[in-house]
């Protein structure tokens, strides 16, 4: 089963705009995680946010977490064809223990 | 090694056999994860490892998957008697410490059972 699910599924967006996707999740956690996902590859990770913090930045990603709604959203400022990829949450502890819990993706393409 | 490696990267076996993918983690990583990915799909939790010993292999789908950690280090998953719904990319992950960072991904082994 999947903790975590993403919104939207897909999303195409210009290069230079921003790509905003949401994860909701439905137990207790000790910290969400984004990774990014090229096509054929394996998962890397982007930004981890505990579930004490509200928001994290990473270069051009910006994190948000509301535990009290149990959902976080990642945004991705001035988008490139480079950011092409899929994008998951994990969430981590908590019921779900030391395993980490992935939501089903976010496809998104950047169109230069 | 620099990063976790998985072999082989691309396997195709005929219904009914007998595959064993491999994971190298990453040298120190006390915790290994195995996950399965369908295309489209998120990754789908199988096991963890802590050290030698499986610490939660509720993902496992059935009997016919097994996996094996005997040093510490290198990971074996096995499937036996392999069925079609078996194909998919199985993606292995290692982390340090073992509780609550980052995953450490392979590029994954993709297994097709024609």
């Known amino acids: 089963s999947q903790q975590g699910e993403e919104d939207p599924q897909a999303l195409s967006i210009q290069e230079g705009e921003n790509a905003t996707m949401n994860c909701s999740y439905k137990?207790?956690?000790?910290?969400l995680q984004w990774y990014r996902q090229n096509s054929g590859r394996g998962l890397v990770h982007l930004i981890l946010?505990?579930?004490?913090?509200r928001e994290k930045h990473s270069g051009r990603l910006r994190v948000t977490l509301d535990t009290s709604k149990k959902s976080s959203s990642l945004l991705i400022t001035a988008s490139r064809a480079a950011d092409t990829a899929s994008y998951f949450c994990a969430t981590d502890g908590g019921a779900a223990g030391n395993k980490l819990t992935f939501g089903g993706g976010t496809r998104v393409l950047v169109k230069p | 090694g620099a990063g976790v490696s998985q072999t082989p990267s691309n396997k195709v076996t005929e219904k009914g056999k007998y595959v064993e993918l491999r994971c190298d983690p990453i040298s120190g990583h006390t915790a290994l994860y195995w996950y399965r990915q369908s295309l489209g799909q998120g990754p789908e939790f199988l096991i963890y490892?802590?050290?030698?010993?499986?610490?939660?292999d509720s993902g496992l789908p059935n009997d016919r998957f097994f996996a094996v950690r005997p040093e510490g280090s290198v990971s074996t998953l096995k499937i036996q008697r392999t069925e079609r719904g078996d194909s998919a990319v199985y993606l292995c992950?290692?982390?340090?410490?073992?509780?609550?960072?980052?995953?450490?991904f392979g590029e994954g082994s993709r297994l097709t059972v024609l």
């Open positions: 490892f802590q050290g030698t010993g499986a610490a939660d």
């Open positions: 992950a290692s982390r340090a410490g073992g509780f609550f960072g980052e995953l450490f």
């Open positions: 946010i505990r579930s004490n913090e």
């Open positions: 137990t207790s956690i000790n910290n």
